[in-house]
């Protein structure tokens, strides 16, 4: 019998990624999608199977992580090997405009999956994964960032993903579940979402280059982050779930990269060069003619490629996009 997965937010960025890399490994997938005015299954379409094919290893139910008798439904159901919360409200600037909700979604959502497991007398038999966030360092208190580090959350949306983390922590020592959280860094792709600024950049610049924009506008081009790929920082999710003691990683490439650097390694890509001028809060491109360390490398050897490096795969969606 194949293992099953069950993964909430697999309409996202990851949870695309994670299913296919879960099919791929011979999991029977499912995934949980909430009901909306609107498909947002975008992201997830390919894999989609007649209702009626044998053996059908990919199917998704309706479910909210702000409903907790739908989550018992679906979880009853599955009888899941493992779970992957991935769904989230996970836009900073939001949670402090609707930071009930974000709440109610990132914490008592949490709870509301880990409780269903335990009442359904899941609590030896599934594994459970949290995506835990850097955000959660947010005033930093030492660098680099590593999995011993104080949290100090500065937003709502931060605040609520300490109290997953440790809602976490506390289900593992009190009932012996095996869950873990894995503390991710900036991570990106083709996939993510257009509002974050990876993707901001790249779509704008590929729009000044197929002549439908004249102006990228941005925020505080010194800011540094730490960028990785989607698809690497799925796999160790997955890793995550195979040790023998459930453990909290950071997942982190280690390198930092300004804001600045994203958008003049974006702009090489379409064969536009950048002289910039003016600073602070005038500085502007004219176009011419983190440290982190993670108990991960030295546990599985296993380190992430940084997105900068990598920036073509997302020019060529974001021009590609825009063409159609």
């Not at 990851?14 to 009901?35: M, N, P, S, T």
């Not at 920036?311 to 060529?316: K, Y």
Request: charged share 25%; hydrophobic share 40%; glycine share 6%.
């Amino acid at each position: 019998m194949p293992k099953k997965a069950l993964i909430t937010g697999i309409t996202g960025q990851d949870g695309a990624y994670l299913a296919e890399l879960l099919l791929a490994k011979g999991y029977e997938v499912h995934g949980i999608k909430r009901r909306a005015s609107m498909f947002n299954t975008a992201r997830v379409d390919h894999l989609y199977q007649d209702p009626n094919a044998e053996p059908r290893n990919f199917v998704l139910h309706h479910g909210d992580l702000t409903d907790s008798s739908s989550l018992t439904r679906v979880i009853q159901a599955v009888q899941p090997d493992e779970i992957y919360n991935l769904a989230a409200q996970s836009h900073v600037g939001v949670s402090f405009e609707q930071p009930e909700y974000t709440a109610n979604t990132d914490a008592l959502g949490t709870l509301r999956v880990l409780e269903a497991m335990r009442i359904l007398g899941l609590a030896d038999k599934t594994r459970f994964y949290q995506a835990s966030t850097s955000e959660l360092y947010g005033l930093v208190q030492e660098t680099p960032q590593r999995e011993t580090t104080p949290f100090y959350p500065r937003s709502p949306y931060a605040a609520a993903k300490m109290y997953a983390y440790w809602i976490c922590v506390n289900y593992r020592e009190a009932y012996g579940m095996y869950a873990c959280n894995g503390i991710l860094f900036n991570h990106e792709s083709p996939r993510r979402g257009e509002t974050f600024v990876t993707r901001k950049i790249t779509r704008g610049l590929a729009r000044i280059a197929l002549g439908l924009e004249d102006c990228l506008y941005m925020g505080n081009l010194s800011a540094l982050r730490d960028w990785g790929h989607a698809r690497d920082y799925v796999e160790m999710q997955w890793l995550m779930l195979q040790q023998d003691k459930a453990e909290d990683f950071v997942i982190a490439t280690g390198v930092q990269y300004s804001v600045r650097d994203f958008i003049n390694t974006a702009a090489r890509e379409l064969g536009i060069m950048l002289r910039w001028r003016g600073e602070g809060v005038t500085e502007e491109a004219v176009v011419e003619l983190s440290p982190v360390h993670s108990k991960l490398q030295d546990k599985f050897g296993f380190t992430v490629d940084n997105i900068v490096d990598k920036a073509r795969s997302l020019i060529a969606a974001a021009a590609s996009t825009d063409k159609e």
